[in-house]
């Protein structure tokens, strides 16, 4: 492909997407079981978090697929039609996992800014209704890569380098760009006016507050780690499209592969899960507690194994 450098792309990406989908299957597959069968009851919050799983556990459905086109030498082999179902997949869920980390850093902020605001007493269906529209804005969106046109069928991106205009590639690049800015600027200001606020009424030294405050760090550090480097190298190359591929080379090099941070994310919320209440984490303690005791009774029929195991043979060497 024009402006890459593939067999660089080719040799570091398949073990990084490969250890990115098993450690999201097991964070999101675990999360989703707990809020479907032990989180109880549920509140408008908890929607939230359900859905930022689930958008996460979609995302890491489609990283299989390219791992696979990586490994291949970024030669597609599942068809045409397959391949912009998986650049949708990609797009979709990307946006709708910074939507949902938006939304939980606000209902965040409204409940310790404004604990008396009528929206922290939000259904459940209500909030439901609220994630649906989220998921539909996610997917008007997104859903451009379906109808992108692919003049080489071997390759599978939607980020193409091109100094001729096309409204679709720049539609795919003002998304990628503003549902990370944007969402940003509404975290950001949701954790300073939460610790504003905490610091005019001398509440910090509570735990629970603590606890608060701690939380929604983690969803900012989180939400820059994952999703900066691959916005501003997208900009750098916006920016700089007019130098042609030779001048490019590098900063699309390096956008391929800080976008795999951006699936990094499915792999780090689950602590922002953990954080979110305390039946989470209950629920958590004692799977950890049901796997160590597993692992005591195995380890304690191996070694009562061995010790029958040698009671015979002494009695054989006795014999």
Request: hydrophobic fraction near 50%; glycine fraction near 4%.
């Amino acid at each position: 492909m024009d402006c890459l450098n593939g067999t660089l792309l080719s040799q570091l990406l398949p073990p990084v997407l490969i250890s990115e989908t098993l450690l999201g299957v097991l964070g999101n597959g675990l999360a989703l079981w707990f809020f479907c069968f032990y989180l109880k009851p549920w509140r408008s919050s908890s929607v939230l978090l359900f859905n930022l799983a689930l958008a996460d556990f979609l995302l890491i459905v489609a990283l299989p697929f390219r791992a696979c086109y990586y490994l291949y030498g970024m030669n597609w082999k599942f068809g045409d039609t397959f391949c912009k179902i998986n650049l949708f997949m990609l797009a979709m869920n990307r946006t709708g996992s910074i939507m949902f980390l938006m939304a939980i850093a606000v209902d965040r902020y409204v409940r310790v800014v404004h604990p008396h605001h009528r929206v922290n007493s939000l259904s459940v269906y209500k909030a439901t209704c609220c994630a649906a529209g989220l998921w539909l804005v996610a997917i008007s969106m997104t859903a451009h890569p379906v109808a992108m046109m692919r003049n080489n069928t071997s390759h599978c991106e939607s980020f193409m380098v091109k100094t001729e205009f096309s409204f679709s590639l720049k539609w795919h690049r003002s998304v990628f760009v503003l549902s990370f800015w944007l969402p940003l600027t509404v975290i950001l200001y949701c954790t300073v006016q939460i610790v504003v606020h905490l610091r005019r009424r001398k509440l910090a030294q509570d735990a629970k507050i603590r606890k608060a405050l701690v939380f929604v760090t983690v969803v900012v550090v989180i939400f820059i780690i994952c999703y900066l480097p691959s916005d501003v190298t997208q900009l750098l190359i916006w920016i700089n499209v007019s130098e042609g591929c030779s001048g490019l080379l590098d900063l699309t090099t390096a956008f391929y592969i800080t976008i795999t941070l951006t699936y990094l994310n499915s792999m780090l919320n689950p602590i922002i899960y953990y954080l979110s209440s305390p039946s989470f984490e209950k629920i958590y303690r004692r799977t950890i507690k049901r796997v160590k005791s597993i692992k005591n009774q195995v380890a304690d029929a191996a070694e009562a194994g061995d010790k029958a195991r040698e009671t015979g043979s002494e009695s054989i060497s006795q014999i």
